[in-house]
DNA sequence: CGACTCATGTAAGCTGTTACATGATTTA
DNA sequence: TAAATCATGTAACAGCTTACATGAGTCG
């Protein structure tokens, strides 16, 4: 249930019609929760409905016309209730750490190369963080307001960094291995048992 | 599509029955790819429609009874293919950020005590893989496979370890807060816009 | 007017979550 | 034989994704 609070949340920054809401989403917002303008839609009639926001007046037609909405005290309490309240961290669901345990199996065939794109890609991402900070969060600017959101950035910059190390490793461990560890198409899978993580314990 | 090839995955390395692999979920597989056993039972009834695994011979009924599943060579293909397919990044989804985003806008009341507690839950699954890497991962040991699969854990290793030293930065940050950020509750929004992230670009 | 873009929406399908149901096996 | 546990499932629902539909304004 976190969309609804990430729509309030953006709304609270500033009021904003559906569209304008979902560029918000391709950049600030959507670097911790994206999300697609049908979901934003849905969740803004839905918010709507519970009295938690309202459409700012406007006449005309309800299609096609610009329709911006605002937070109401109800809202904001959700919200703020909703940002107090205990959440358990959950596992992270990576599809690439999938395919890299798979490809212990099945061989590495192919997913060198698609390592080294994602390696390129945070690399950007981390560079487009590093200029925001230095655009946004230079020296004097201590509100706790921006402090909370520096912290939030910093999460932002140490995740691509991590993710920049750990892929650079990663390549230079594929140079060092045998050419190919595919090929084993039947091989001695029977012992794969008596090794870690990627094994139970 | 992660699941059934995740699911794929761990049959190989040893084929099992349905209540297996959920416990294997839970463990190993789970740290990076969580599963219900409902999930796990619905999609081994696709991977067996499709011909991608096979359930090894017994007789007597079906429910109430053990029932190990293998993988077939069409199953092996497909996980092959898709481990080199390349594949999007996709943004994080972190309510945690999120919450502390929010926390910015309707003040941190409440927050700093789950941030102490994602610390130690954090810090505890740090422990658990650092275990695992001294018990599976001594010198020695070095196969091709081997090494995929630590890599994959330091991953694990290298993820816990940001989350730790973030959130300890975090709280640092907190214990110089001013006492309540919140209670701006109808306070100067209007200029919010100035700064971050946190806001657009 | 025709094409294009802006803006809001609808519909279908898939994945993941929660709650419950049922048969088989063990144990007190 | 009653209760607990193991093992496999069913059903309903909520969230996310993809593809498509529709109206309104703009520009050639």
Known sequence: M??????????????SSGLELTRRFDRSIGYFWSATHQQIYRELGRLEAEGHIRALPSEGPTRGQKKAYEVLPAGRAELARWTAAAQDPKPPRDPLLLRLRASAVVGTEGIEADLRRHLDLHARQLAEYEEIEARDFGPGRDSAQDRVRHLVLRAGIDLETFWTQW???ALA???????????NHDAPSGDCDATAVTQES
């Open 2 to 15: 976190s969309l609804p609070h990430a729509i309030l949340t953006a709304l609270l920054e500033k009021p």
């Open 167 to 169: 892929l650079t490793r």
């Open 173 to 183: 461990e594929f140079g060092e291995l045998p050419p190919t560890v595919s090929g």
